[in-house]
């Protein structure tokens, strides 16, 4: 697990996005796609320390934020800047994609 990753839920996760870019995973453990997306999402939680937040969300856990977000289908990703979204993708993409969704941003 990477040290720049960040795990968030119903009480952290509008101070985490507040401010510059972040991408959430939104996730769950038993989603055989958040599985397979989970490796790259460390990866480029390392690559974009610094420039960028990366962080996972639980939709078990954090039930408030997943219906606020209206989070439907999982694996989804949300690329926040300082506080407000910004893009959305649903379902399992590959490393590059991601990279040129944050990349688009910062």
């Not at 599985?35 to 390392?46: T, Y």
């Amino acid at each position: 697990m990477s040290e720049h990753l960040t795990y968030l839920d119903d009480a952290s996760f509008n101070d985490a996005i507040e401010k510059g870019v972040t991408l959430v995973d939104f996730y769950a453990e038993w989603c055989g796609p958040c599985k397979m997306i989970a490796p790259i999402v460390e990866k480029l939680s390392v690559k974009y320390a610094g420039k960028a937040k990366i962080a996972k969300l639980d939709i078990d856990k954090s039930q408030k934020v997943t219906a606020h977000y209206e989070v439907t289908s999982i694996p989804t990703l949300i690329l926040f800047k300082d506080g407000k979204e910004i893009k959305r993708i649903v379902g399992l993409r590959d490393e590059e994609t991601l990279k040129s969704l944050i990349d688009s941003t910062l």
